[in-house]
């Protein structure tokens, strides 16, 4: 009896140690070791299952995959991990009336893995009242006009992300007589995770020449962007950023609309639950001002990006950005003003969202022709429950297509 008690004891110490290390080897011998015991020890056994062996080695794996993904990114919900987790979104809404710049303090980031993002309303068209944003200093949001406008204000959101992501920015004198610059970021960019960002001003007193404004952000290299517009004549101030998120797949597409109000651009399915689309336009030459004729709205859909502007004369040229980014919750829809002298809105997304891990990121349209982008300039700014949209000109009707992006943590 004290041979069987002995023999039952080590089988049992024999299996526990194979599942503490984890061993292929300490498996197999214990596999050996249970078919070669002699038949007295089998009555203080458990019947043997194969299939328990299978359990052990692929719950070890798993373990390891675990502990490989959280070295290198942060876990969320449900297990699973992303790989641009979010750190922090800083947001604001600042009164630049009767001011040309204004230096908000902000808490320090990481400047190499956050980028700024900016909407803003005004009261008058001149190119020298547009408010442009930047991140001067880690710890600075620089927002600054040619000349102060009397109404002017400005939501800002400055997103900073943990790991997984690269951020290079600067500020590109456009000359008068330039119709195209390349800058060099600084970095190697991989161009399937990166887009750019880009605002413009110039100091002009000249409400009919926007469309010297107007420049399209092309990534065309890994280390090279290309900016363009259609046409030159006035000097140009331009912020720009590229930001890349390893936890993104990015499209990256040249377009345009031409003699019409719309267009459906195919893309690579997505998964519209989390993607969002990032554009920026050039007007064409002929455009004399008319505002109506650039301005652009872009929404998504699984397999298309569908555009549409105020007006159909001329053309427009567009770059697009589409963003599908693992581990984004992303909501969408769109708001027009119920008639011209409507100045606030709300959306109401659907589902349930965390306002301090999200952006509503927006693309506007006038809807009539020969009108100013004032009438479309609207304020974004996030709520626990709903988006409110503010602009401060009210002549025409115009449009938003919203976006709402919630960064994973």
Known sequence: ????????????????????????????IMLVAWLGLSAACTADLPEFDPRSLLVVIS?????????????????????????????????????????TINNVPIAAVDWTKAFSYCTYHLNTAQPQYIPICRLSSNTNLEIKSFAAAPTSNVEYYVVEFQSGAYVTRGTQPIAAADTSVNINPGYTFDLTKSFVLVETNANSNLSSVDEQLTMTANLNGSTNILLQRNENGTDLQLNWQVVQLDGASVQSLSTNINAATSRSVAISSVNVDQSFVILNARAGGAANGNDAEWMTRARLTANTVELNRGASTNQVDLQLYVVQLGGATVQQG????????????????????????????????????????????????????????????????????????????
């Open 1 to 28: 009896m004290e041979e069987m008690k002995t023999c039952g004891t080590h089988a049992t110490r024999s299996t526990r140690s194979g599942l503490h290390f984890g061993s292929v080897r300490w498996l197999g």
């Open 334 to 409: 769109t708001q027009t003003t119920p008639n011209a002298a409507t100045t606030s809105m709300s959306a109401f997304p659907a589902n349930s969202y965390t306002s301090s891990q999200a952006v509503p990121f927006i693309s506007t349209t006038v809807n009539s022709a020969s009108q100013q982008h004032i009438e479309a300039n609207w304020t974004s700014q996030i709520n626990t429950s709903q988006i409110d949209f503010i602009r401060v000109s009210s002549n025409v009707t115009s449009s938003i297509d919203w976006q709402l992006v919630q960064f994973a943590q």
């Open 59 to 99: 719950g070890q794996s798993n373990r390891d995959s675990r502990t490989t993904d959280s070295s290198s990114s942060s876990p969320t919900g449900g297990g699973t991990s992303v790989a641009s987790p979010l750190k922090s979104i800083q947001s604001g809404l600042i009164n630049m009336s009767g001011q």
